[in-house]
């Protein structure tokens, strides 16, 4: 044949040749098949070379030791023939050599594309192609030789009805090694065996599709050493990989793309007693089945490494190994067999209609499992398991949303088992459930929120290590707890925000060694305890914010051997007791804020050997029983600290409750009220220990019961709402300090009441058990009803009653040196001069008691009859209260007029001023006495002087023809009075007119003015007087010049109106008034030098002569005592001796502008001061203003601006300086002269 052939006429595509060795030309048209072999066979194409045929293959090649076929120029290969399955290629290699295709064009068989084998006496099979397609596969090979077998695809493989690549390496083989592009296949897109010794190596970097419903993308089984498969997408009718490594190496699989398993899984890879480690690291997935299936029966490790989603998408219906029916798969699901090792998971967001991770490491490393992305599942989450060969469990995740568990954790292993969860983990069963067995080590929690349908934490850890869960956001379980925690190893320790549960909030069981703690930022409710913690290790530390249980609101029993503290921010409520504690350890320590219970607030049952510290800075309430209940077991004394800062209240029982057996030594501090519903407000009658209760503040509502014990009671602020009752023992000290008072109601049974400073009123009966009630120095026992006393009493201090108290004491009453009886009669009118018994003892001792009131109106004087104390009332030295004359005369007055048996509103002021208080007493005086500050005389001139000195302008200036006539002038002052001698000093202002007419005679000028003003003044004492005066005036004057000085006379008449208003100390009228009238005669000469000029500067020495009388009416008040006043007659003669300076010719247009300045002595000859008798009821007193000053100096600096017209304004400043007063005023005035 290969004779024949190779004298055949080349024509259309054939190939040429002889001795084995063949070239291909022609291009493709009606051609036949070329059956070439060779011993060996080696076959080339040329350029153009194609061939089609219809009938049998396109190119039958057999070589015999080696057979070899290369298409360099994109040949065409292909046969048509579909009746009896012909192949584009098929090769044979019956030899010992190798065999090799190579095609760069399109190769297509309508059976398969290219088919070629060797026999177990060849080698090597190397196939590298572009694209091909086969009816059947597009490319088969059976390796049989002892080499391997390489496939190299760099166009698409098309398998129409069966594999696109299939390929097999049989037991004499090596290697298999296939990489491809796109590769298609109708049943399997790339199917590969390795039963050789070597690796299986596939890498697709195109899409690999296996369409049938039961065949894979990539079916590949190696029974070599490593089986590697790396690709894009891959899509197959079955799984998408399914891998199956039998040798004795690593299964890695590395798919880049999107890898679909359209009716199983997406990864399906196994891993024979003979591998060692699985490797899969993927993107998106996928399946119906598992989304990557990883089972390691090898020595190594399993790796999963997913950055896409996996979607796995329900129930498997018998579609093979290692599914049955009915079986609900995995995102991922991962066996690692007990001669394995790691177990690693690291994915992206999962969803699942089974588990979201299903790993079960039965090696001797570790399980470690990572999500990033969210995983859906309606099944478990994650569902792990380390084995008891394995060591530490890891999990981290993001969001998890499960059906079942959310985390689902079992660590058998030697080590840790650690779960961190950075998002919202939503359970339709238990958030995270975590079980680290005895072998393990620590069990620690991290978290974000989580909710579960059932709980949301659920862990138990029998490990040798600690217990820590942290969550740092909300966690829900919804019908059962929200944390339930149990330890077996050392330290549990609890950190949460929120928790809300339908059972516990957080329930905690620490049977390790190490402390329970528990820290809660959020609130905390459950529908059974909110906390419920029970220690059987060392410490018991708890610390939240608030807490709300359906039953107990935190119940902690401390079993162990430590401390247990509790430390509550926020408010704890529940429907049972608030706080509930048992402690067998040692220190007993409670912090709180506000706690309100139905039952019990707080109850504690301190066993422990330590102390016993409580700090409330919360109001404690209960509802039904007791608010704070204290108890103990075991025998011995302990002490502590008890703090009650915001109050304890009972609304239907006790407030304190100091069980029998309670033991305590330490001390109680309140500052904050104390209330029992029940009447009792603290009931320590079952103790017998000596401890110590200090009241600073806050009421007491409700009887103190004492026990048998030497108690002390110190009470130094607040009140007692209720009976102090003791068992003859105890101690009652009362130190309210100076000028602070308590209130006691009674005081019954106990050892001693001291009174050791400030006031105690004393509203019941009292007795001490034959010992002795005290009272210290400089302290007071207020009586204000009749008390019945007990025991011994002694007082080296106060012994106070009130109007018709009294004090029947059975027992010896001694009144020490220096002691006092106050008859506490301020705020009441007293009868006068009868004798009220105010004590009466068994025995009355008296070493030097004096007697005093703690009114300022009366006076107590004492009696001793017998074992009785009698004391009666009389008024007080009023007219020696206050060191200034003016109260001391009203103070006379008023005696008389009470000792006569006067009681108006007037005595009731009085009589409601405490003893000593003078400044008060100096105020009734001033608001029932008339003024005399001097605002009266002083108003009643000031319109007076201010016409003179608007006279003396105008006649002390050569006056020019056309200033003669008539002149108006508007009159204006305002007056500050200081204090002087003891007497309030005054505010005054004026404002009136000035209308005068005159005319000159030579050198003389004389006129006449009329003048109409008001004055209002305000007296600066505490009675706040007012008085306004209307004064209208008559005024003649006249003046003489001669060449160098001249003279000025006037003579004044004035008709005064007075109204007067002051403040009443009765607040049940208005303010006292009253209306007078007055007359004053003024006469003024004057004489001076006329004017001395130096420059621009003018003055004028003028010497002044001025008299006054002034008289004012009897007028008797409305209002106070209706007093009837007169004032005296007042005269006023004095000189003056002044100089008078101005600066001229300062004009501004039409305008003269003067600046004034005046300095003048003056010196009062009768200084008559402001006096006034008042009388009232038959009595009088004299009222004196303070003493005039007789030498004065006179400043004022001022202003006028004048026209030629006639008008002209002035504003001057003054001030009048004597020994001791100073007095500023300032005067405006505006004249117009016609």
Not at 225 to 236: A, E, K, N, R, Y
Not at 1016 to 1045: G, M, P, V
């Amino acid at each position: 044949m290969l004779a024949n052939l190779a004298n055949q006429q080349v024509y259309a595509g054939s190939c040429t040749g002889a001795g084995g060795v063949y070239s291909c030309s022609g291009t493709a048209s009606t051609d036949t098949t070329q059956n070439l072999t060779g011993s060996p066979l080696q076959v080339t194409t040329e350029a153009g070379f194609g061939i089609t045929v219809t009938t049998g293959d396109a190119l039958n090649l057999t070589g015999t030791n080696g057979l070899t076929f290369t298409d360099n120029f994109q040949s065409t290969i292909t046969t048509t023939d579909t009746s009896t399955n012909k192949d584009g290629i098929y090769a044979r290699s019956t030899g010992t050599g190798a065999l090799s295709i190579t095609t760069s064009g399109f190769v297509s068989g309508s059976d398969d594309g290219i088919d070629v084998a060797n026999a177990n006496t060849g080698t090597d099979i190397t196939i590298t192609t572009a694209s091909v397609t086969g009816g059947d596969e597009a490319i088969v090979v059976d390796n049989l030789g002892t080499g391997a077998l390489t496939i190299t695809a760099t166009g698409t493989l098309i398998g129409n009805g069966d594999e696109g690549v299939d390929a097999e390496n049989k037991s004499n083989g090596t290697d298999l090694i296939i990489n491809t592009v796109t590769v298609t296949g109708d049943d399997t897109g790339i199917w590969a065996l390795n039963q050789g010794s070597g690796i299986l190596t596939i890498t697709s970097t195109g899409t690999v599709t296996g369409t049938d419903t039961i065949a894979d993308g990539i079916n590949a089984t190696n029974h070599g050493t490593d089986l590697t498969i790396s690709t894009t997408t891959v899509s197959g009718g079955s799984d998408g990989i399914e891998a199956d490594n039998q040798g004795n190496g690593a299964l890695s699989i590395t798919a880049t793309g999107t890898v679909t398993g359209i009716n199983n899984h997406g990864i399906m890879a196994k891993n024979s007693v003979n591998g060692t480690d699985i490797n899969i690291n993927s993107a998106a997935i996928i399946a119906e089945g598992y989304g990557i299936y990883a089972d390691n029966d090898g020595t190594g490790s399993i790796t999963i490494i997913s950055s896409g989603t996996i979607i796995s998408q329900g129930a498997l219906t018998s579609l093979g190994a290692p599914t049955s029916a009915d079986i609900i798969t995995a995102g991922i699901f991962a066996n690692n067999s007990t001669v394995g090792t790691n177990l690693t998971i690291n994915t992206a967001s999962i969803i699942a209609k089974g588990h979201g991770i299903d790993a079960n490491n039965n090696g001797t490393g570790a399980l470690t499992i990572t999500s990033t992305g969210t995983i859906n599942s309606e099944d478990a989450g994650i569902f792990s398991n380390n084995g008891t060969a394995g060591t530490n469990l890891t999990i981290n995740t993001a969001s998890i949303i499960a059906k079942d568990h959310g985390v689902d954790a079992d660590n058998d292993g030697t080590g840790a088992l650690i779960i961190t969860s950075s998002g919202t983990i939503d359970s339709e069963d238990v958030g995270i459930f975590a079980n680290n067995s005895a072998a393990g080590t620590d069990l620690i929690i991290t978290t974000a929120a989580i909710t579960g349908d059932d709980e949301g934490i659920g862990a138990d850890n029998y490990g040798s290590g600690k217990l820590i869960i942290t969550a740092t956001g909300a966690i829900v379980g919804n019908s059962d707890e929200g944390i339930d925690a149990e330890n077996n190893g050392t330290d549990l320790i609890i950190s949460t925000t929120s928790v809300t549960a339908n059972d516990d909030g957080i329930a905690a069981v620490n049977n390790g060694s190490g402390a329970l703690s528990i820290t809660a930022t959020g609130t905390v409710s459950g529908g059974h305890y909110g906390i419920n913690a029970d220690n059987f290790g060392g410490d018991l530390i708890i610390s939240t914010a608030s807490v709300t249980g359906i039953d107990d609101g935190i119940n902690a029993q401390n079993n162990g051997s430590g401390a247990l503290n509790i430390t509550a921010t926020g408010k704890v409520t529940s429907g049972n007791d608030g706080i509930y504690v048992e402690n067998d350890g040692t220190d007993t320590t409670i912090v709180t804020s506000e706690v309100s219970a139905t039952d019990v607030a707080i109850s504690v049952a301190h066993d422990g050997s330590g102390d016993l510290n409580i700090t409330t800075n919360g109001l404690i309430t209960a509802d039904n029983d007791i608010a704070i209940r204290l108890n103990r077991a075991p025998a011995g004394n302990f002490g502590g600290t008890i703090n009650n800062n915001a109050g304890w209240v009972s609304n239907n029982s006790i407030a304190l409750e100091m069980h029998n057996g309670f033991t305590f030594t330490g001390t109680i501090n309140t500052s904050a009220k104390i209330t029992g519903g029940n009447g009792t407000a603290i009931d320590a009658s079952g103790t017998t220990t000596d401890f110590t209760i200090n009241q600073t503040a806050g009421d007491i509502t409700g009887d103190i019961l004492l026990g048998t014990g030497d108690s002390v009671l110190n009470i130094s602020g607040g009140t007692i709402n209720g009976d102090i009752i003791g068992q003859g023992k105890g101690t009652v000290n009362a130190d309210a300090g100076a000028g602070n008072t308590l209130t006691f109601y009674g005081i019954t049974n106990v050892e001693d009441f001291n009174i050791l400073s400030g006031t105690v009123k004393q509203l019941g009966d009292f007795s001490t058990a034959g010992t002795t009630t005290t009272i210290a120095q400089g302290a007071t026992l207020l009586f204000s009803s009749v008390i019945n006393g007990t025991g011994a009493l002694v007082s080296n201090g106060n012994l106070a009653f009130t109007p018709g108290a009294q004090l029947n004491q059975t027992g010896t009453v001694t009144l020490g040196t220096g002691s006092t009886i106050t008859a506490n009669l301020q705020g009441t009118v007293s009868t006068l001069n009868q004798q009220q018994q105010y004590l009466s003892a068994t025995s009355l001792v008296n070493n030097g008691a004096t007697f005093q009131s703690n009114s300022l109106l009366y006076d107590a004087q004492g009696t001793f009859v017998g074992n009785t104390l009698r004391l009666e009332s009389v008024v007080a030295d009023l007219e020696n209260i206050s060191s200034q004359s003016n109260p001391s005369a009203f103070g006379a007055a008023m005696k008389t007029y009470i000792e006569g048996g006067a009681n108006n509103d007037v005595v009731s002021a009085l009589a409601s001023l405490f003893a000593g208080d003078v400044s008060g007493f100096e105020h009734v005086a001033n608001t029932f006495s008339p003024s005399v500050s001097g605002m009266i005389i002083h108003g009643s001139r000031l319109l007076y002087n201010e016409n003179w000195r608007a006279i003396s302008k105008r006649l002390l200036e050569p006056q020019a023809d056309t200033n003669q006539g008539v002149w108006v002038q508007a009159l204006g002052s305002s007056v500050n009075q200081g204090k002087v001698d003891d007497i309030d000093g005054f505010n005054s202002n004026s404002a009136g007119l000035s209308v005068g007419f005159d005319q000159q005679f030579g050198a003389w000028q004389a006129g006449v003015s009329l003048s109409q003003g008001e004055v209002s003044a305000n007296n600066k004492r505490s009675a706040n007087d007012d008085s306004d005066i209307s004064s209208s005036q008559l005024t003649l004057y006249s003046s003489f010049y001669a060449k160098n000085w001249f003279a000025q006379f006037n003579v004044s008449a004035a008709m005064l109106d007075y109204k007067f208003e002051r403040d009443s100390s009765i607040s049940s009228e208005g303010r006292i008034t009253g209306k007078s009238k007055g007359d004053l005669l003024g006469l003024d000469f004057s004489v001076g030098l006329n004017e001395m000029h130096f420059s621009n500067i003018s003055f004028k020495p003028i010497a002044s002569l001025r008299y006054s009388h002034l008289s004012i009416d009897d007028y008797t008040e409305n209002g106070g005592l209706d007093l009837q006043v007169s004032y005296e007659n007042t005269e006023t003669l004095s000189s003056e001796i002044g100089l008078h300076a101005q600066l001229n010719n300062f004009a501004r247009g039409a305008w003269q502008i003067t600046p004034v300045a005046n300095l003048s002595w003056s010196h009062e000859f009768i200084a008559d001061t402001e006096q006034a008798v008042a009388s009232f009821a038959g009595q009088s007193f004299s009222q004196s203003g303070a003493s005039g000053q007789k030498d004065k100096l006179h400043l004022g600096l001022g202003l006028m601006a004048e026209r030629t017209d006639g008008f002209s304004l002035g504003l001057q400043f003054s001030s009048t300086l004597s020994r001791d007063t100073f007095q500023p005023s300032a005067v405006f005035n505006m004249q117009y002269a016609f």
